[in-house]
Nanobody, 125 residues
Framework: QVPMVASGGGSAQPGGSLRLSCAAS????????RAWFRQAPGKEREGVAA????????YYADSVKGRFTIYRDNARTTVYLQMNSLSLEDTAMYYC??????????????????WGQGTQVTVSS
């Protein structure tokens, strides 16, 4: 009911940067938490970053702190993931997701009822 479109994936060299975008048509109480997950081949899906769309509070996985930044636009409908200092380990399919604000402090994928399509990020030398 809340469509989201992910874009911005591509290829980069180690140390490079990419910016992912996740555009939603609206913000509702059930989608106040906006997040990015990723899944690499042979790995489980893991939470990367999340943001409360209404107030801007952010959450990050330890593996990306200091390198990735999640932020929203003024209308709160589009969420971005700026990825800097990329490494080979960042290669994965990245998914944007949304959930009630109360789940933003955890990485429980099952709590996120809205998902966009995946966008591939490939880091190689």
């Amino acid at each position: 009911q809340v469509p989201m479109v992910a874009s911005g994936g591509g290829s980069a060299q180690p140390g490079g940067s990419l910016r992912l975008s996740c555009a939603a048509s609206q913000v509702t109480p059930s989608t106040n938490c906006r997040a990015w997950f990723r899944q690499a081949p042979g790995k489980e899906r893991e939470g990367v970053a999340a943001i409360l769309a209404d107030e801007g509070t952010t959450y990050y996985a330890d593996s990306v702190k200091g390198r990735f930044t999640i932020y929203r636009d003024n209308a709160r409908t589009t969420v971005y993931l700026q990825m800097n200092s990329l490494s080979l380990e960042d290669t994965a399919m990245y998914y944007c997701a949304a959930a009630d604000r109360w789940y933003c402090g955890s990485w429980e994928a099952k709590a996120f009822g809205y998902w966009g399509q995946g966008t591939q990020v490939t880091v190689s030398s």
